[in-house]
């Protein structure tokens, strides 16, 4: 599950390793309030000369049904304030990382409207890492709780909730077709389906040649899926 | 779009070909009408010392909510009846293929009762293949249309609509994850994505360990996927 090639050394062909790592995706009922996912993780690997590797990797993304630029603002700035206490560079970089990976190619369109993502990451230290996932899974709570108390009372109409439904048969593409992590535990013998499956939503839906009017909020977000925009 | 490898010989690294097709999903309203599927189709290739090579190829198969022994019997029989008239192998060859083919291996599931499904027939003659396919092709109405009016006023209660939309949810697993033309399709850059997604339901639902209890006719369906049965 590295995203770069570094070629690791076995030991008569074997890679003893250890990998944690805590996920979770929140589908809502209500359109008005986004589906939130994150996942952090760790892996440690000892090489055939004793040698030891680790690294972090993850990220916090926000699939909206409707567009809601207070919304996105929060949520990348909060983002993006948690990151910068640990580098500069690490907000704007793990921002088009999100993008990157999370992108219906098919489609020509992202998941959601990102967040952060990253792999791979070993440096400066075992401890700084560790102290920057730390501060990026304590900033879940802040960045999504305040969105959905703002809008669990919205009222919504049956064509709001059928475009949600389209947004979720999107979801369903993604991890179905392109995630790493979905395809993995897929093709692993013995892996546990239903816990790497809980990522789909309860419902979803397929509609031929679905393509918003010109002018519509339905239409508004898939111009911002088609281009991904900064948000901060 | 080869079930088995074979050399072909291209000449400056291209192969000229030409692929026709035809392929139709139906996903009824009622959970007591199937979801049928059928595809035929015929590739041509031109090698580089002007040798042509050609085979056809597809099914047709059947997707129940609910196993009902009548309809299985009279689905796979008249398939069976179609293939004789061409060879006494066909249809025991190709029920095989066809479980195997739609095989859900995340699940250890079928995607439903099968059918038949081939792939490279190029034999005994051209003309005799065709002429199996297009046997092939006239039997999708009388295979399905007989299933259709039995069970078009046939009452359904919510249980059983719930659980006819976490057997979509299968098919979308089986179509999104394993399924030869939608991957090849997907990846294809410029090809039609809303037809290659058309064989999606308009809906599907998961639920996280979903389970049948023992006795329930879901649970009766889910040992018939497991355990794919011969039906004639």
């Given at each position: 599950m590295r995203s770069r090639g570094k070629v690791l050394k076995g030991k008569d062909g074997k890679l003893p390793f250890c990998a944690m790592g805590v996920s979770s995706v929140i589908h809502p009922k209500n359109p008005h309030i986004p589906t939130v996912h994150f996942n952090y993780r760790y892996f440690e690997i000892e090489e055939g000369d004793g040698n030891k590797q680790w690294w972090f990797g993850g990220g916090t993304d926000l699939t909206p049904v409707y567009v809601n630029k207070d919304d996105a603002f929060h949520f990348h700035n909060t983002l993006k304030e948690a990151c910068n206490k640990h580098h500069s560079q690490y907000y704007p970089d793990f921002k088009k990382w999100c993008d990157r990976y999370f992108y219906i190619r098919h489609r020509g369109e992202?998941?959601?409207i990102g967040g952060i993502f990253f792999d791979d990451l070993d440096s400066p230290s075992q401890e700084e890492a560790f102290n920057f996932v730390k501060s990026c899974a304590r900033t879940v709570v802040p960045c999504y709780l305040p969105i959905v108390h703002k809008h669990l009372s919205d009222a919504f109409t049956d064509e709001e909730k059928d475009w949600q439904q389209v947004r979720r048969g999107r979801y369903v593409e993604f991890n179905l077709v392109y995630d790493r992590g979905v395809k993995f535990g897929l093709a692993t013998?013995?892996?546990r389906i239903e816990s790497i499956l809980m990522?789909?939503?309860?419902t979803a839906r397929w509609e031929y040649m679905h393509e918003p009017a010109k002018g519509t909020r339905e239409a508004e977000m898939l111009e911002v899926l088609r281009n991904p925009k900064d948000w901060v």
């Open positions: 992202t998941r959601g013998p013995g892996s990522s789909l939503p309860l």
